[in-house]
């Protein structure tokens, strides 16, 4: 089975630019998440997708960040503009974890992350 | 905010010791989950703990889960150079919109020299 497929691994862009990252989730996997992992710490949820709506967004910096899951697949994550400090790696997760009867699972499927470095 | 702290921070051993990792959380749990992070890479699902249970196996990883303490282990048995990499635990919070969600803590980085 493919994994999660994020792109693209590396992006370099000046302050107050734009950029975008893509994931593809497992197939069939309900759960869509990206996370925000700054150098030495945790990953920190950015957004949960259940489907294509949207579970918890709390911790979304709503200003500048923004995400879709138009489809119910895959999903784009925004930054617009960029700061210093959004240099991080994004990470995109799915899990089997459906609608109420389906199928559940608590383990999330990670990406290889996209590594995003603002200057 | 971080849900997990782990301890230590760091940890260097020799290929074949044990390594032992901790983990401390605050609110109430429907299960912990550890996952390992090779540098430059995604992180990778290695168990799953659930509220009610207290120790699980899996191959060369033990976890045991102390709920009245707010507390986790890790440990891995006969260390391979292959192991070295961040370890994080991640608690899932029951109930409500937030199941599912996980709050990762900052995680441990284990160095096994050969």
């Known amino acids: 089975e493919a994994g999660v497929a994020q792109s693209p691994r590396y992006k370099i862009i000046e302050k107050r630019q734009s950029v975008a990252f893509w994931c593809n989730p497992i197939s069939g996997h309900a759960t869509l998440y990206w996370y925000q992992q700054i150098l030495g710490q945790g990953p920190k949820l950015l957004i949960q997708f259940q489907n294509n709506g949207v579970v918890d967004d709390s911790q979304l910096p709503k200003d500048r960040f923004s995400a879709e899951r138009l489809k119910g697949v895959d999903s784009t994550l925004k930054i617009q503009p960029a700061k210093l400090e959004d240099s991080a790696v994004y990470l995109c997760?799915?899990?089997?974890?459906?609608?109420?009867?389906?199928?559940?699972?608590?383990?999330?499927?990670f990406g290889p992350g996209t590594r995003l470095t603002v200057l | 905010s971080q849900q997990g702290e782990e301890d230590p921070q760091a940890l260097s051993i020799q290929e074949g010791e044990n390594a032992t990792m901790n983990c401390s959380y605050k609110t109430s749990i429907n299960n912990l989950q550890w996952y390992r992070q090779n540098s430059g890479r995604g992180l990778v699902h290695l168990i799953l703990?659930?509220?009610?249970?207290r120790e699980k196996h899996s191959g060369r990883l033990r976890v045991t889960l102390d709920t009245s303490k707010k507390s986790s282990s890790l440990l891995i048995t006969a260390s391979r150079a292959a192991d070295t990499a961040s370890y994080f635990c991640?608690?899932?919070?029951?109930?409500?919109?937030?199941?599912?969600?996980?709050?990762f803590g900052q995680g441990t980085i284990l160095t096994v020299h050969p």
């Open positions: 997760a799915s899990s089997p974890k459906g609608l109420a009867g389906g199928p559940r699972s608590d383990t999330q499927y």
């Open positions: 703990i659930r509220s009610n249970e």
């Open positions: 991640a608690t899932a919070r029951s109930g409500g919109t937030s199941y599912g969600k996980l709050t």
